[in-house]
């Protein structure tokens, strides 16, 4: 299991004034999953779609003795079999601060927010060579579905497909 949060961990609402942090921590993200030319989200993107006047995401962030920790970026999903619940977009640990318990309360944090609101599901992906996230994840309770597969439209492909006749 992973270690308590360590005393000094602040964990907060993220507010406009911290989407450079935001956006530095999606960069370093994107950097440990070998995409660092991926990120197309612009600062401006991030202020108007998380801090707007209808949010399409909410974010956590985890500080350690004053410094940037960590965040957990999340959007609310509908199941029609369960109803509304949380994807987990992002979960992201400095790797300095990797090991001190603060991944475990960042989840914990989306955790609390799903069940608080009543949801039934919290769901996220992870890549299939993450096994250090893999293996974290399942300590905490969470099940792999294997059977399922992530499709995507994306890039060029997009505008094609809304494009074509029905």
């Not at 609402?13 to 942090?21: I, W």
């Not at 949010?55 to 985890?62: D, G, N, S, T, V």
Request: hydrophobic share 45%; net charge negative; aromatic share 10%.
């Amino acid at each position: 299991m992973p270690p308590a949060p360590p005393t000094g961990l602040i964990l907060r609402e993220a507010t406009p004034s911290d989407v450079p942090q935001i956006h530095a921590f999606i960069r370093a993200l994107a950097d440990f999953e070998r995409e660092p030319h991926a990120v197309l989200t612009t600062e401006a993107d991030l202020l108007r779609d998380g801090f707007g006047p209808t949010p399409r995401f909410h974010c956590i962030l985890a500080e350690l003795d004053g410094d940037p920790a960590g965040f957990a970026l999340y959007f609310h999903t509908y199941s029609t079999w369960t109803g509304a619940g949380i994807h987990l977009e992002d979960l992201f640990v400095l790797p300095a601060m990797r090991g001190k318990g603060i991944g475990k309360a960042l989840i914990t944090s989306v955790a609390s927010a799903a069940h608080a609101a009543g949801f039934h599901r919290l769901q996220w992906n992870v890549l299939d060579w993450n096994t250090p996230a893999i293996d974290f994840y399942e300590s905490l309770g969470a099940v792999p579905l294997t059977e399922w597969r992530i499709m995507r439209v994306a890039g060029e492909s997009l505008p094609a497909l809304a494009q074509l006749q029905p």
